[in-house]
């Protein structure tokens, strides 16, 4: 099925995890989707819905600017499929780093999933002019170290801990039926890979101490908030 998502897309979760880390960013200068700058130090961030040679082509000239260079691309369904995986380890050689962002989400973020090595705030004059063109805008244009991958199956596990925070006991047809939660609620409390869940019951659940800590120690994350809220009926 083709995607119904687009580059841009992409554009606001990145600048929000980017302002929030301080950086003053923008879209589209001086042909990089987003350079953003913080302390004097440029970063530039090149998107795409898909993994081509392209994208990695981009990036290794916008490595003439900085080596604060990521590509972005959407975050795979699976943390173990192999493309993005072959991925991490091609940027890892080349020095770029990747940001993956979650589309497919109703709380859209954006994560750094690998630092670029070399780290060198170059002073060329494509790093110059790219710094100006960032100085001197008012207004914004919506451009086109490794952490655990949220990917899809991970935020559907929190889904499910926080509604069994909130309801209790549950099985996985009520999880569906009742909640809202995707088909595969029951596998994933099957096989609890977080070891988040307690089985109380033939075929019911609730939240363990493991899930709860969890929760508890993540609770300003923005999918804790988000899918707390929803577990408590709150819009």
Not at 102 to 129: C, M, W, Y
Not at 163 to 171: I, K, R, W
Request: aromatic content about 8%; charged content about 30%; hydrophobic content about 35%.
């Amino acid at each position: 099925m083709k995607s119904t998502y687009k580059e841009t897309d992409m554009y606001n979760p990145i600048r929000d995890m980017l302002i929030d880390q301080g950086f003053i960013v923008r879209g589209e200068v001086k042909g990089c989707d987003i350079a953003a700058v913080k302390d004097n130090v440029l970063w530039i961030v090149e998107m795409k819905l898909s993994i081509n040679l392209k994208l990695v082509f981009q990036a290794m000239e916008r490595k003439t600017a900085t080596d604060w260079v990521f590509v972005a691309v959407p975050r795979p369904r699976n943390a173990r499929d192999s493309n993005f995986k072959q991925l991490q380890k091609l940027l890892k050689k080349l020095e770029v780093g990747l940001i993956t962002v979650a589309l497919d989400s109703p709380v859209r973020h954006a994560e750094i999933i690998l630092f670029p090595s070399g780290q060198a705030n170059k002073t060329t004059k494509k790093a110059a002019n790219v710094r100006r063109e960032i100085a001197g805008r008012t207004t914004d244009t919506t451009g086109g170290g490794k952490t655990t991958v949220n990917t899809a199956y991970r935020e559907r596990s929190v889904r499910i801990a926080c509604l069994l925070e909130a309801h209790g006991n549950l099985s996985a047809k009520e999880l569906t039926q009742t909640h809202g939660c995707e088909k595969d609620a029951n596998s994933i409390l099957r096989i609890n890979h977080y070891g988040w869940y307690k089985n109380t019951a033939r075929g019911r659940y609730e939240l363990n101490d493991i899930g709860r800590a969890y929760l508890h120690e993540n609770a300003t994350e923005k999918l804790v908030i988000f899918y707390r809220m929803k577990a408590e009926g709150v819009d």
